[in-house]
C-alpha cells in the first residue's frame, strides 16, 4: 500500500513559509537514540531531518527539490523512516 500524504497547498490552499515545519513521528519509547523526523521548508529545498531528543544537532537525512513534488517526496520518505524505527516498514516491492 502507498503512503498518501497531502501537501501545504492541498492542505490550506498556499505555499508554506520558509521555516514551516511538519512532524512525522517518533522512535518508539526506551529508543536507544530517541527523537523525533521532521520536514522543514526552507529557502532552498526541503529537508528531512532528525532531532534528538537528548539536545545534540539536529540530522540532516536529505534534501528534496522546493516544489510540491519535493515536499510530497520529503513527507513520504520521513513517514516510511518512523515505520522502520517502529519495525512495520514493508517493502511495496
Known amino acids: 500500500m502507498a503512503i ?3 501537501t501545504h497547498r ?3 490552499g498556499k505555499e508554506p513559509e520558509p521555516g ?3 512532524d ?5 519509547p526506551r529508543d536507544k537514540e530517541p527523537g523525533r ?4 521548508r526552507d529557502r ?5 531531518l532528525f532531532h534528538l531528543s537528548n539536545g545534540r544537532p539536529e540530522n540532516i537525512i536529505s534534501t528534496f527539490p522546493p516544489t510540491e513534488d519535493g515536499e510530497r517526496a520529503a513527507k513520504i520518505m520521513a513517514l516510511k523512516l518512523v515505520d ?3 519495525g512495520r516498514y514493508k517493502d511495496d516491492a
Open 84 to 86: 522502520v524505527a517502529w
Open 24 to 28: 512525522a513521528g517518533n522512535t518508539p
Open 10 to 12: 492541498e492542505l490550506y
Open 4 to 6: 498518501e500524504v497531502k
Open 20 to 22: 514551516y515545519e511538519w
Open 37 to 40: 523526523w521532521m520536514v522543514r
Open 44 to 48: 532552498d529545498n526541503w529537508v528531512v
